[in-house]
């Protein structure tokens, strides 16, 4: 009888594959998943049909284009779909470095779906929405404790939206100075997140990039050539997605105040520095947090996102419309603010999410914070010293100096030996039920794995996962064949990847799809 | 005690073309073009620079190399021991592609330790034809066109690199390309690169050449964008020269003009006012002050000047001045320097001292670069 070997952490996974059809492709004309009754003569009576009543303008034309499938097909169809995925919680999430993917407690989900939260309409009148302002304000609060801020907003969607959201407020800034027209650049580096630069170009901002020295941090004396009278704004994450936190911040900082601009700092990657060090101590004048990432919620695909952006006293009026505050009795929305940007979202974006950030921060508290980047920061030294240990991988810019949540790691030593790059690594990494994310762009480390193993994984997880990794290291040098050929274990074998970048292939709908096929 | 057996093979007439504005100095023809353009040979003051680097090991060393321009003369004159292994039939300048293979064989049966080589991608060509796979070489780069990894960055660093291997004796090696232009489609403004083999060199990645690769479909927007930019903020009557590359070449395209791509154009009010130019020609136009030098570095290696664009010369750069240099590269071409400057080797200490520094390099429609430029 074949024995599992259990001295090994390595898995011998193998993904469930169905070969299911899409539903569009299983519907059967007439078939019907509820059949509904027809009313009764009172209710009828009384309601009329139930559509002659709509205003002819909102009753369709023809059918909606739906398929006909029954009930227990549409449960088999998205089961077996969610057999084929990856899934959250599903795997070891360390591989999806600079997203800061952690365990979000499930008990917060359940407050989030509370019926007092979901039944929510935002146009209730104030006072019969307390419960969630209060939420909004207090979780204010513990940010401006985390940022020494003074104001934050929750209405960006996400991440590019808070960017959007800095890059606005700094055009404001400049215009009720009268210096819009003079300052019209934005200076950031290649190691912050792509969005830093594409928001502010979105403003029609000229966008400088700074490239990193020879310890991996940003340039300073190229910094110094790039400020001028016309710089508008430094937009800039610390630590960068290498994990390496720049100990030279507030000479940057100052250099940017001395010319005149503003600081923009992008915390996507804070989770290590929560309680530990301060945007406004380093000298910005705004910050913006992803609640999905740092704060317990969950991300995009698993609910909406939500960003908090904050910023010191003298920018609060050019903050969106508008804010929760509180006269010692009651919460109130404030739209009194003097400069106001406008709205970057509808409403009051996504309270739901600020909502289990809020669970989130209010059940650890600020010691708990703090343990929780002592942990992270803990993690990714364990990760870095253990993965080390096998020499396909290195720490560009060297391991004297300790990453934070983080690290960008090179394979390139094992490229060189065997000629497989991390992409190869990405998908043999598959058939172990794990996922890396190719997001190392630009590609300035070359053959880049980015690890981000955050506080929630288990040592046991950890070892596991490194234990994997090595397992694939070495089979890139004794048994290549099974790298060339990964995954051989998942649902899709390698694909053509040429249509990624041509948007005459590209079938995003259904109706794209039978567009393209005629 | 046995000397260390060290090829040199020196293509006198390598880099002529360069400077008078022609694409190389293959065939006879050319080169009697380059000389009536008034091209001097300087290969033999490159070739001296890498060979310095070798002086501790004078004592070990044993060179085989050809008569006269070839290498004998420099190693006579640098005091090297030297066993001449080849005679060209004609000597001086006249020396043909035979030669050098001619040399490269005899010396292969002396099982040399490395061939040193100096010239541009023909006679890389000219080595792997005579040799295959066969002995370890090392190219130290004089020529006009240099595509070929089989170059060290620079003369210095090949002399550096071939000193560290002869030294230590155990640094690895590699196989590297040996790519060369089309170069009667070269003339013509078109870039066809081809591969024509693979020759053994010793590695450290500080030292070599990267492959100069052709510019890929993503980039060509980017070139757009940047073409697009540069032509936005064109100042009127000043003259924009306009240096060879595909990312320069995007702002002809732009103008409706038709350039060259590999050699140095000359816009003024949006129109083509030169074309081609060697030396001589951007002398007659530059003047202090009116003038914009737009270069891009060569795919690949990152050199700002000094390969493939040797009209613009010293004296020409003194003209333009440093802050009138306006640098054009794609995001993607700088992100493959992994960190390394980009260089300068205008053969002029002086001037390249004078250039080195930060360059804001204009990356697409209002967005740039700050990358630090130094001497190759």
């Given at each position: 009888m074949k024995r599992i070997v259990r001295t090994s952490k390595v898995r011998n996974f193998h993904q469930a594959r169905w070969n299911e059809p899409i539903i569009f492709e299983l519907s059967k004309k007439g078939e019907r998943g509820v059949l509904i009754p027809k009313a009764e003569a009172e209710i009828s009576a009384a309601v009329g049909d139930g559509l002659s009543r709509l205003p002819d303008a909102l009753r369709r034309k023809a059918p909606l284009n739906l398929p006909e499938i029954n009930q227990k097909r549409v449960l088999m169809h998205y089961l077996r779909l969610s057999q084929e995925n990856m899934g959250g919680n599903l795997n070891i999430e360390i591989g999806q470095g600079t997203c800061t993917v952690k365990y979000n407690p499930s008990v917060n989900e359940a407050i989030a779906n509370n019926p007092k939260m979901t039944e929510l309409h935002p146009l209730q009148d104030q006072s019969t929405a307390q419960g969630i302002l209060e939420v909004m304000y207090q979780s204010d609060l513990m940010l401006r404790e985390i940022s020494g801020m003074d104001c934050f907003t929750f209405q960006p969607g996400g991440g590019s939206q808070a960017a959007m959201t800095m890059a606005s407020i700094v055009r404001m800034y400049h215009r009720i100075n009268g210096e819009e027209t003079r300052r019209d650049e934005i200076i950031t580096t290649i190691f912050s997140h792509p969005s830093d630069a594409a928001a502010p170009a979105l403003k029609g901002y000229k966008i400088i990039k700074i490239m990193p020295d020879e310890n991996g941090l940003p340039d300073y004396d190229a910094f110094q050539a790039a400020i001028?009278?016309?710089?508008a704004a430094f937009v800039v994450a610390n630590p960068e997605d290498t994990g390496l936190f720049n100990p030279k911040v507030r000479q940057f900082t100052k250099l940017v105040h001395d010319a005149g601009g503003l600081n923009c700092y992008d915390?996507?990657?804070a989770n290590g520095l929560l309680g530990i060090a301060r945007a406004r101590d380093a000298g910005f004048d705004m910050c913006y947090f992803n609640l999905h990432k740092s704060f317990g919620t969950p991300h995009g695909c698993g609910g909406p996102g939500c960003d908090a952006v904050g910023v010191t006293q003298s920018l609060r009026d050019f903050l969106p419309k508008p804010l929760v505050g509180y006269d010692g009795e009651k919460y109130f929305l404030d739209n009194?603010?003097?400069?106001s940007i406008g709205k970057?979202?509808?409403?009051?974006?996504?309270p739901q999410v600020v909502l289990r950030a809020y669970a989130w921060m209010m059940s650890l508290g600020a010691a708990g914070l703090y343990e929780v980047a002592k942990v992270a920061a803990l993690n990714n030294v364990y990760l870095n010293t253990k993965l080390l240990a096998h020499p396909a991988i290195t720490l560009p810019y060297g391991t004297k100096t300790q990453r934070i949540e983080q690290a960008r790691y090179t394979i390139a030593k094992l490229t060189e030996d065997t000629g497989f790059t991390s992409e190869d690594i990405a998908r043999r990494v598959m058939d172990f039920g794990m996922h890396i994310w190719s997001?190392?762009?630009?590609?300035?480390?070359?053959?880049p794995l980015t690890l981000e193993p955050t506080e929630t994984p288990s040592k046991e997880d950890l070892d596991e996962y490194i234990e994997t990794l090595h397992h694939i290291f070495d089979e890139a040098y004794d048994n290549p064949e099974i790298i060339r050929t990964a995954p051989n274990n998942s649902t899709t074998h390698q694909t053509d990847e040429s249509s990624l970048d041509d948007p005459a292939q590209w079938c995003p709908t259904w109706r794209v799809y039978l567009q393209n096929a005629k | 005690m046995n000397r260390i057996k060290v090829g040199l093979i020196v293509n006198p007439i390598a880099g002529m073309g360069g400077k008078v504005g022609l694409k190389g100095t293959d065939g006879v023809k050319i080169l009697a073009e380059a000389m009536k353009r008034g091209a001097a040979p300087n290969a033999s003051a490159l070739v001296r620079q890498a060979l310095e680097e070798l002086i501790p090991l004078r004592d070990q060393l044993l060179f085989l190399t050809v008569a006269e321009t070839m290498g004998e003369t420099l190693c006579r004159s640098m005091g090297f021991e030297f066993q001449v292994v080849h005679r060209p039939h004609n000597v001086g300048w006249e020396t043909t592609s035979q030669d050098t293979r001619i040399a490269a064989s005899e010396m292969a049966k002396e099982n040399p330790a490395v061939i040193l080589f100096a010239g541009g991608d023909g006679t890389a060509r000219d080595l792997y034809e005579a040799l295959g796979q066969g002995p370890l070489v090392l190219g130290i780069p004089t020529g006009v066109k240099i595509h070929s990894p089989v170059y060290a960055n620079t003369p210095h660093q090949a002399g550096q690199l071939a000193r560290d291997f002869l030294a230590q004796g155990n640094l690895s090696t590699k196989l590297e390309e040996v790519i060369d232009l089309d170069e009667e489609a070269l003339r013509q403004g078109k870039v066809y690169t081809s591969l024509y083999g693979y020759l053994r060199v010793p590695y450290k990645r500080e030292y070599l050449q990267n492959k100069k690769a052709p510019t890929p479909l993503s980039d060509k927007e980017a070139q757009g964008a940047i073409a697009l930019y540069l032509i936005d903020h064109m100042e009127k009557d000043i003259i924009y020269v306009i240096g060879p590359g595909t990312t320069t070449q995007a702002i002809l395209d732009g103008l409706g003009e038709a350039g060259t791509l590999v050699g140095v154009d000359v816009v003024c009010n949006g129109e083509l006012i030169r074309k081609d130019c060697g030396e001589r020609e951007l002398l007659e136009v530059v003047a202090p002050g009116k003038t914009r030098l737009v270069l891009t570095p060569t795919g690949g290696q990152g050199f700002l000047l000094g390969r493939g664009n040797q009209q613009i010369s010293p004296e020409i750069l003194k003209m333009v001045g440093k802050e009138n240099i306006i640098v054009l590269a794609t995001e993607d071409k700088l992100i493959k320097q992994y960190g390394r400057p980009l260089l300068i080797f205008t053969g002029d200490e002086k001037t390249d001292l004078a250039l080195k520094g930060y360059y804001r390099v204009i990356t697409g429609y209002g967005s740039s670069m700050m990358v630090p430029v130094s001497v190759g």
């Open positions: 001028s009278e016309r710089t915390q996507a990657n009194n603010l003097k400069y970057v979202k509808s409403f009051h974006g996504t997001s190392h762009h630009p590609f300035y480390i070359p053959s | -």
